[in-house]
């Protein structure tokens, strides 16, 4: 079954940035899309950034103009560059990927395979 590991959390100062990753653990030429989720503590669940394997992106209001989301799809990777960091954007944040969908998406439930999630604290 396909794992996903993501990596590249951390703390840091409103106006910041981090680079998360995620890194798949075989190649899967079934997987066209990948995705970003988050989930703050009391909130529920959401979507942040999506991309297919033809690059198309989808981002949450939210984050538009601020975080970009990329893959490499040598290394299985996917990434999520966060500028501008603020504290509303501290949550756990999760990778996604799903073996039937074909375009960018933002909802949860329909993605199959979840990373465990890495830690992004934004203090002001």
């Known amino acids: 079954a396909q794992q996903l590991v993501e990596s590249g959390g951390g703390s840091v100062q409103s106006g910041g940035s981090l680079i998360l990753a995620c890194t798949a653990s075989e190649y899967t030429s079934s997987v066209h899309v990948m995705a970003w989720f988050r989930q703050a503590p009391g909130k529920q669940r959401e979507g942040v950034a999506s991309?297919?394997?033809?690059?198309?992106?989808n981002y949450a209001d939210s984050v538009k103009g601020r975080f970009t989301i990329s893959q490499d799809n040598a290394k299985y990777t996917m990434y999520l560059q966060m500028n501008n960091l603020k504290p509303e954007d501290t949550a756990m944040y999760y990778c996604?990927?799903?073996?039937?969908?074909?375009?960018?998406?933002?909802?949860?439930?329909?993605?199959?395979?979840w990373g465990q999630g890495t830690q992004v604290t934004v203090s002001s």
């Open positions: 996604a990927a799903d073996p039937v969908l074909w375009s960018p998406a933002l909802r949860g439930d329909l993605y199959h395979y």
């Open positions: 991309v297919d394997s033809g690059g198309v992106t």
